[in-house]
Nanobody, 123 residues
Framework: QVQLVESGGGLVQAGESLGLSCAAS????????VGWYRQAPGKQRELVAA???????NYADSVKGRFTISRDSAKNTVYLQMNSLKPEDTAVYSC?????????????????WGQGTQVTVSS
C-alpha cells in the first residue's frame, strides 16, 4: 500500500511564510512526476508547483517568485516553501505523485493523492 501524507498547513497572516511536506510511504521503487495542487472553496483544483517527468519545475503564475518546490529523493518527500503568502493562497493543498511501487498484484506505476492540508492566510 502506498500513502502520501501532507503536513505543515496552518493559519498565518498575510506576508508570512509556511512550509509543507509530503511524504510517501510503502514499498516504493521510484517516484516520477510529483506536484502540489490546491483547491479553494467554490473553485476548481489547480496546479501550484510540480516536478515534471524530465525533472524540470513548473509553477502557477500566481505563485512564481513566492513558492519553491523541492524534493528529498532519499526520504521520498517533496516540499513546498511558501513565502509572502496572500489571502488568495487560502486553500486545501494536496500532493500528487506518480509512483512505481510493489503492490499485491505486482510492481506497477500509479498516481497517488494525499489527504490534503489546510492553509489559511488572514489579511
Amino acid at each position: 500500500q502506498v500513502q502520501l501524507v501532507e503536513s505543515g498547513g496552518g493559519l498565518v497572516q498575510a506576508g508570512e511564510s509556511l512550509g509543507l511536506s509530503c511524504a510517501a510511504s510503502g514499498r516504493i521503487y521510484s517516484i516520477d512526476a510529483v506536484g502540489w495542487y490546491r483547491q479553494a472553496p467554490g473553485k476548481q483544483r489547480e496546479l501550484v508547483a510540480a516536478f515534471t517527468s524530465g525533472g524540470t519545475t513548473n509553477y502557477a503564475d500566481s505563485v512564481k517568485g513566492r513558492f519553491t518546490i523541492s524534493r528529498d529523493s532519499a526520504k521520498n518527500t517533496v516540499y513546498l516553501q511558501m513565502n509572502s503568502l496572500k489571502p488568495e493562497d487560502t486553500a486545501v493543498y494536496s500532493c500528487n505523485a506518480k509512483i512505481n511501487a510493489a503492490l499485491p498484484g505486482g510492481v506497477r506505476w500509479d498516481y497517488y493523492w494525499g489527504q490534503g492540508t489546510q492553509v489559511t492566510v488572514s489579511s
